[in-house]
């Protein structure tokens, strides 16, 4: 049996991703087959659950992610990270989406969106050292971070075989000007 505190995320998650996220804690707790007050000694505030299911899915998502800033930058560490994230998105569907969803709601706390920067940081020095050595162009390093993430998801929605993720990946290479 899940701990508790695995209990109510997985609710939670589950509630957020088909009822969205305005779906009251009562009714998170309901789902867990926990008393109101247990979900509150669990997670403080509403705020908490929310940051930690956002952290943690974030933190794991990294993690699947091998590259670091020290790592060479050619394309096939770009694309062995391409292939954790894919990895990682296929193994954990409803991670994925509530990561995105809270993302675009905007709910995560700004001292969470802090602590999830910083694991993403090797990532982020990656593509600025990228960058600055021409190994790669665009207009911002946030544009092409989101233009990785956004090809990646769209791989994953389109459900494409291999061919067609190779596909994508020699469009996304071509896009940002990563040749090989």
Same mark, same amino acid.
């Given at each position: 049996?899940?701990?508790?505190?695995?209990?109510?995320?997985?609710?939670?998650?589950?509630?957020?991703?088909?009822?969205? $996220?305005? $779906?009251?804690?009562?009714?998170?707790?309901?789902?867990?087959?926990?008393?109101?007050?247990?979900?509150?000694?669990?997670?403080?505030?509403?705020?908490?659950?929310?940051?930690?299911?956002?952290?943690?899915?974030?933190?794991?998502?990294?993690?699947?992610?091998?590259?670091?800033?020290?790592?060479?930058?050619?394309?096939?560490?770009?694309?062995?990270?391409?292939?954790?994230?894919?990895?990682?998105?296929?193994?954990?569907?409803?991670?994925?989406? $509530?990561?995105? #969803?809270?993302?675009?709601?905007? #709910?995560?706390?700004?001292?969470?969106?802090?602590?999830?920067?910083?694991?993403?940081?090797?990532?982020?020095?990656?593509?600025?050292?990228?960058?600055?050595?021409?190994?790669?162009?665009?207009?911002?390093?946030?544009?092409?971070?989101?233009?990785?993430?956004?090809?990646?998801? #769209? $791989?994953?929605?389109?459900?494409?075989?291999?061919?067609?993720?190779?596909?994508?990946?020699?469009? #996304?290479?071509?896009?940002?000007?990563?040749?090989?």
């Amino acid at each position: 049996m899940p701990d508790r505190k695995s209990q109510i995320i997985t609710a939670a998650t589950s509630l957020f991703l088909n009822e969205g $996220v305005g $779906v009251s804690t009562a009714r998170i707790a309901k789902a867990a087959e926990v008393s109101n007050g247990t979900l509150f000694n669990t997670f403080a505030t509403r705020q908490i659950l929310i940051d930690t299911i956002y952290k943690d899915a974030k933190t794991a998502m990294f993690a699947a992610i091998p590259c670091s800033g020290e790592d060479p930058i050619n394309p096939q560490t770009f694309r062995a990270n391409w292939d954790g994230y894919l990895v990682w998105a296929r193994a954990n569907p409803e991670t994925r989406r $509530v990561m995105h #969803l809270l993302l675009d709601a905007g #709910l995560a706390s700004a001292e969470t969106q802090a602590e999830v920067n910083a694991v993403a940081a090797p990532h982020a020095a990656w593509l600025q050292r990228a960058v600055a050595e021409g190994h790669m162009r665009g207009p911002s390093i946030n544009f092409i971070g989101r233009l990785i993430f956004f090809q990646l998801d #769209l $791989v994953i929605t389109e459900e494409l075989d291999t061919a067609g993720e190779d596909l994508a990946f020699d469009m #996304l290479c071509t896009s940002i000007g990563m040749t090989k």
